[in-house]
């Protein structure tokens, strides 16, 4: 019964994973031909800071409440509503901080004004995403894997249709305002969402205003896996963070042009690094489908039947991974030049693709971790791979060999987290 269900679980968020991709994959098309190389490199330069403040929003509760839901323990509505409180009470904080540094950021440290407006606009998106991962957090807690799967196909036609309508009217006006407008659709795609998880929620979740009575023994349960998993994340998500600024600053000293820069940074992850991870759809999917069933079975001793899990997730990655790794080997200038209208970057592309093998396996291996118990050690992981990433690019940065050492860093860590995991699991099971 376990093994239907979580191969059910998996394959429903593979189809779905595979129709959000798709979605996403339009999305990024016309994003790339309204917006152009310039206005995509200026996208891409705010996305490590949207990456860093939606890590803090969170705090890693999804995880968290995904983790204990699965054990079936506590009183689930309590559970997920007692919470939103205090997630709120986090935005507000950090929308007056970015309200206060949004200027700064953009004219001292991504060393680009044009991004003030964006910075802004991220900051009012934030309540809305982590309201919607709390939901989602209950939803895989119960491996009722529909209601994320339709929420995010519905948030995506939201954006698609935003995006493509209104973007070239922004655009008018000029491409910072129109790179801060792609920021805002979220709001509504994610109001979206909301709406349609309330929609699947038990009849008996009847929301009164002590469900929102912060529980401290919850809390505390909560906590205690979602600081280790912020953690990881947030290492990652501030290496991110300082990532554009530490480029702009060495290769700015070294000769290069600020325009050069802006589009080189947008080929490798406006471009590169999308078309990379187009197969991690299905490891994301095998990832969220691993941790309610891990969590179960690791709790219980199951530790056999926990590994087999595991192994079953690794092989199946591999199994996508490897023959996507291939094609973009043998012919990536069609893959570009059909996705983004583009050569650029061919090169890179080669270069990064057999190291993306490690990075599909390393999802479902994190979450593994997650799940038995050893968010701590992912997070000093991902703390001493992000050190090791920021010292590389760097140095490297300095070699006046544009933006290889970029490419040089991103392996290095990628390579290093994947072969940690692996150790600790081996050991742990």
Known sequence: MKKSKFIKSTLILIIGGFITKILGMIIKIVMTRLLKTEGIGLYMLITPTFLLLITLSQLGLPVAISKLVAENKRNNKNLVFSIIPIILI???????IMLLSSKYIANNLLHDERTYYALISISLVLPFISISSILRGYFFGKEKMIPHVISNITEDI??????ALLTPIFLKKGIEYAVAFIVITNIFSEITSILILFFFLP??????????????????EILQISIPTTGSRLIGSVAYFF??????????????????IVQEYGIINGYIMPLLLLPSFFTLAISQALIPEVSNLYSNKKYKQAKRKIKQAVYISLLIGIPATILLEINPKFFLKFIYNTNEGITYLRVLAPICILYYIQTPLTSAMQSMNGS??????????????????????????GMWGLIIATSINIIYVTLHHIKYIKKSI
């Not at 939201?158 to 995006?163: D, P, S």
């Not at 009849?203 to 505390?220: G, H, R």
């Not at 600053?249 to 600020?258: E, H, I």
């Open 90 to 96: 986090i935005n507000i904080i950090i929308i007056a």
């Open 158 to 163: 939201v954006r698609l249709i935003l995006i």
């Open 203 to 220: 009849k008996n979740f009847q929301i009164n205003k002590k469900d929102f009575k912060i529980n401290k023994n919850n809390t505390k």
């Open 243 to 260: 990532e554009p600024i530490i480029l702009t600053y060495v290769l700015l000293k070294t000769g290069y042009t600020n325009s050069y």
């Open 376 to 401: 701590v050690s992912a997070m000093n992981a991902t703390i001493i791979g992000s050190i090791i990433r920021i010292i590389v690019l760097f140095i490297f940065s300095y070699l006046h060999i």
